[in-house]
């Protein structure tokens, strides 16, 4: 079956850890799911990329990072608890996807805050080191997983983002809605209109388009999934060239439209060059796209670039839905965010009003009081941005 069936997949994932030699495990920590409830995991897949305990301190990039990550999950978590105390068809756990690198002291919080903690085995990362070998990133690879020591910032980040696909083995929920640390919902009874409707689709996926990439990985609806799960696997594995694509897969029929001039963002004809395509968006695109042939587009009819309107070429597995099609999410996928220090001292972001004015009663309830110093400093940090935003 492509899809594992949620009261017996155990030996569906035997198969596939026995036939890829690694181990993936499921998430852990109470679930507010009932019998007869459609049951969704809101995820959000998280690590750090240096080894920092985040204890003391906020400053630096990857305890920065994480106290947007620990407020997303606090607000979301909230909204879950809420969202379930009112309704009995659906019901949604939190559940954070990490590795090895995010904090344990935090891991505890979340546990305590009612986040189910799914961890990624390291023999996923180890599987894509053999991969790799095939990218122009030169690196000690055990380093990169360990974060012993410093080692190419590019690596760690690799293998952070590879790890989305993750997701896709949580065979006790019917629908999982994946969004990342910059993402918000804006209204969960939305959410559940929206996947709900999924559900009776034929779509293994459904993702955002946006001009830059195929499919934009920031926010998706999709189901456990045993052949998406397979096909990852021996695609990290395989690795990934500019030339052929994940696995060797060969050139691509369409280009995408530059609308930057960034050099990492150009196209060429045939070529797998648009963004993200050696990370979750390639990936994305390769198992949903080009081998199940099964993935459907939300805004996927045009994009609005500059002051002129291109269209999106059409690609063999792909469906543009309707425009009545909305994953309610709120993305803020450019810098700065809005957990940085002085996010809106230049520019006031209408967004990181809404983002900070929605996350600030969670970000307070949970971190107020808490002994933790960094918490306390990611709390003042959205406090003062709330201020300064307005």
Partial sequence: SAVWDKHGGDSAILEVENRQNVKLNQPAGPSACTKGATCIALAVVAGIY?????????HGAACNFLCGTMANLAYHVTEAKTFNANNSDVKYDMVLVHDSSYPKVHLKTLKDMGVRLLHVDDSIKHAACDGLKNTTMEVDCTAAISLERKVNYEAPE????????HVFTMKEYDAIFSFDTDAYLKDLHEVKDITLRYLKTKFSLIANQRGL???????????????????????????????????????????????????????????????????DQGLLFHIFALQLQS????????????????????????????????????????????WDEDACKDVK????????????????ENFEHHKIPMLQQCLSRFLNNNEVCK
């Avoid at 240096?50 to 906020?58: A, P």
């Avoid at 690799?158 to 696909?165: N, R």
């Avoid at 934009?216 to 397979?230: C, H, L, Q």
Wanted: charged fraction near 20%; aromatic fraction near 14%; charge should be positive.
């Fill in 213 to 279: 990439s195929p499919v934009n990985a920031g926010y998706f609806v999709g189901r456990p999934n045993s052949k998406a799960i397979e096909i990852w696997l021996k695609d990290i594995k395989a690795g990934f060239t500019e030339k052929n694509g994940w696995a060797n897969y060969g050139p691509i029929a369409h280009t995408w439209p530059r609308l930057w001039r960034n050099p990492i963002h150009r196209n060429e004809i045939g070529g797998w060059t648009f963004l993200g395509a050696d990370r």
């Fill in 158 to 165: 690799f293998l952070i983002q590879i790890m989305k696909l």
């Fill in 295 to 338: 993935l459907g587009l939300t805004n996927g009819h045009l994009w609005y670039g500059y002051d002129k309107h291109v269209p999106i070429p059409k690609v063999a597995g792909t469906t543009f839905l309707n425009r009545d099609w909305n994953l309610y999410v709120r993305h803020l996928f450019s810098t700065p965010k809005p």
């Fill in 50 to 58: 240096e080894k920092e305990e985040c204890i003391n301190s906020i």
């Fill in 349 to 364: 972001h209408e967004q990181f009003v809404y983002f900070t004015r929605a996350m600030l009663p969670a970000v307070r």
